[in-house]
């Protein structure tokens, strides 16, 4: 007698939805709905949870066109921070609260360009990450914690359109419904874990958060590993500067006046003419044909261009150079890195966190490749330590990696035993 395949289990029910808990709020945008809604806010208890929408892949800015604000007591508001010249009455009810924020570092920049500023906050994604979850989106943390499912299909839409539809606003409340209630999970987990402090710590940093300026951009331009030769890297330097001076001027996503394909295309082809440049590939539609005399004037300019005014392949930064060159450049460099990683690894492992939420990468690096002078192993670490700290390193941080560095440097620079007889 023949055994039949063995039966599978069944799957598990999906999660039931996240649903408002109170009706959907009108949108606020006029002075007295303002007024109303900062003394609700003002009125209300505990942390705040907020939110806001770009219109990331439409517009150049990453203004926010929609605030979303939640407190105990309050409920939810919805803001169009469009509709005013300032928002210093929200800033002022918000004043000594507690933020709460997925994933601030997105938000804080939009937040504070329009005067809102967090006096302390916590962010429920770099909370996930210290507690070591595999996936910290907002929608798997609140599945995973809460057993709710938070849909997610509006993500990518066009705030900055008006009116806003409702099912956009009814998505934008949901964002912020579960917020207080993550937080509260969140942070009886770190408080377990003993992570409370180290939470703390990258909260409180996060306060001044301001993006990195954006250095040599047009290099992440797609495609590029295509492109050959110095002035061809320079006809895309041209082309991805005047897409960037087009897309600023008209408040539109870069991508939609010319996509990066078409600007490798023509900084291979370097085409002279305005015919020759719409038939290369990629370079077709309004933003192509619109702006064609700007875009062969620039490679033009390319080609009158000396050679030592042409990009090279590399950027010359000030930080140090990429690790695949280090055994090169300086052995003993790569073979610090060969020996820190895997120490700051397996260090991350056992605490459960991200090896790049342990040490930023590029600090382990520029500390690695030019360490302090001093071999003593104190002050070495000493050093080690002012320097992570210089860099931004937070003191948890540093108290975990300052002696898997020194150990590090210590065992790369002291000359191999030689050989027995």
């Known amino acids: 007698m023949t055994e039949g395949p063995e039966p599978t289990a069944p799957e598990a ?207 992440r331009t797609s495609g590029m590993h295509r492109v050959r030769g110095r002035r061809a890297l320079g006809a895309v330097r041209a082309l991805w500067e005047l897409r960037d001076e087009i897309a600023r001027e008209r408040d539109v996503t870069p991508g939609r006046i010319l996509p990066d394909s078409a600007i490798v295309a023509a900084a291979s082809a370097m085409p002279t003419t305005r015919r ?20 062969v004037t620039a490679l033009r300019e390319v080609t009158e261009l000396s050679e030592d005014q042409l990009p090279t392949r590399t950027s010359r930064g000030n930080g140090p150079p990429l690790p695949r060159t280090w055994a090169d450049k300086d052995p003993v460099a790569a073979r610090r890195l060969e020996l820190a990683k895997p120490a700051v690894a397996s260090l991350a492992e056992e605490h459960g966190v991200p090896a790049e939420n342990l040490l930023t990468p590029d600090y382990l690096r520029r500390v690695l490749w030019a360490p302090p002078a001093t071999r003593d192993p104190e002050r070495l670490a000493d050093e080690v330590d002012r320097r992570l700290s210089e860099l931004g390193a937070r003191p948890w941080q540093r108290g975990l990696t300052v002696p898997l560095i020194v150990e590090a440097v210590l065992a790369a620079d002291t000359p191999p035993e030689p050989p027995a007889d």
Do not use: N
């Open 276 to 295: 020759e440049l719409l038939e290369t590939r990629g370079f077709h539609g309004r933003g192509a044909e619109r702006y064609g005399a700007r875009w």
């Open 13 to 219: 029910a999906p999660a039931p939805p996240l649903l408002l808990a109170e009706p959907l709020p009108p949108v606020v945008e006029t002075d007295e709905a303002l007024a109303a809604a900062c003394e609700e806010i003002a009125a209300g208890s505990g942390p705040v949870a907020i939110d806001a929408e770009r219109a990331s892949g439409y517009r150049y800015s990453s203004r926010a066109y929609l605030i979303q604000v939640r407190r105990e007591g309050a409920g939810t508001h919805l803001i169009d921070p469009i509709a005013f010249p300032s928002m210093a009455p929200l800033q002022e009810a918000l004043a000594g609260t507690e933020w709460i924020l997925h994933a601030a570092t997105q938000d804080l920049p939009c937040l504070a360009e329009v005067g809102l500023t967090p006096h302390k906050l916590f962010d429920t994604e770099l909370a996930g990450r210290l507690l070591g979850y595999p996936r910290v989106g907002l929608a798997t943390l609140v599945e995973t914690l809460l057993g709710r499912r938070l849909a997610k299909e509006h993500s990518a839409v066009d705030w900055s359109t008006r009116p806003l539809p409702e099912p956009w606003l009814e998505y934008a409340a949901l964002d912020v419904e579960p917020l207080v209630e993550l937080r509260e999970r969140l942070a009886a987990e770190l408080e377990e874990a003993g992570k409370a402090g180290w939470a703390a710590e990258e909260f409180d940093a996060l306060r001044g958060f301001e993006p990195a300026p954006r250095v040599e951009a047009w290099r």
